[in-house]
């Protein structure tokens, strides 16, 4: 049951650029998507949402895009920082009818000084 | 910031013992969620509550789990007689309306020996 896919299981980037972190889904039922960013021995920690009402969600340094048609939304971090380093989760759930979150298997970002 | 707490941070236990897994959720929020995840695999769903009863649950939530809310801060899992394939971190969330963010605690490890 892979409904939510992120299929880059890591990805290096340069501090200061911009790091692009991507999840597509299948279940067209999920109008909410959002990112965690979890660190080792830690809880999953909110960073953004969207909902399929909109195509954009900035907050600071994280925008999400949401591209319904395509089924694909991504996180971009911009400037990318060292402490940014962590394994990042995309995560969906349908408003109605099912409050769970349905996680993506996480892509593990390194940002290299 | 008010956070999601969790007790025990590991929890070691010998296969067929009952475990007592315990959580304090954000103090105004209103919907509790519990969550696992084994070692390399996907952050799984396992359970929903709101208005101290059960909103919905996982294939993975069978008769050997039961969640509670013993008063008005905590919120419990249970499992009735661990098996070894029960060993995963399990991670407790909370929101405090439907369908907003969770925020997560962070994690009880589960050791079944």
């Known amino acids: 049951d892979q409904q939510v896919k992120q299929n880059s299981p890591s990805l290096s980037v340069q501090e200061g650029r911009i790091s692009i972190l991507n999840c597509d889904y299948t279940n067209s039922m999920f109008d909410y998507f959002l990112w965690y960013k979890k660190y080792p021995a830690e809880g999953p920690t909110f960073l953004i949402s969207?909902?399929?009402?909109?195509d954009k969600n900035e907050d600071g340094r994280f925008t999400v895009f949401l591209n319904k048609s395509a089924k694909h939304l991504s996180l971009h971090i911009v400037p990318s920082q060292p402490g940014d380093s962590a394994v990042y989760f995309c995560?969906?759930?349908?408003?109605?009818?099912?409050?769970?979150?349905?996680f993506g298997k996480g892509t593990k970002l390194t940002v290299n000084p | 910031e008010p956070e999601v707490t969790q007790t025990p941070s590991h929890q070691v236990t010998q296969m067929g013992q009952e475990v007592i897994l315990r959580c304090v959720p954000i103090?105004?929020?209103?919907?509790f969620y519990w969550y696992r995840q084994i070692l390399g695999q996907k952050v799984e769903f396992l359970v929903s509550?709101?208005?101290?009863?059960?909103?919905?649950k996982s294939e993975i939530f069978d008769d050997q789990f039961s969640v509670e809310r013993p008063d008005g801060s905590n919120f419990t899992l249970k499992i009735r007689s661990t098996k070894l394939e029960d060993s995963a971190m399990y991670f407790c969330?909370?929101?405090?309306?439907?369908?907003?963010?969770?925020?997560f605690g962070p994690g009880t490890r589960l050791t079944v020996l």
């Open positions: 995560a969906a759930s349908a408003l109605w009818g099912s409050e769970k979150l349905v």
């Open positions: 103090s105004n929020h209103l919907y």
């Open positions: 969330a909370s929101s405090d309306r439907e369908g907003d963010e969770q925020f």
């Open positions: 969207i909902s399929s009402i909109k």
């Open positions: 509550f709101y208005n101290n009863e059960i909103s919905e």
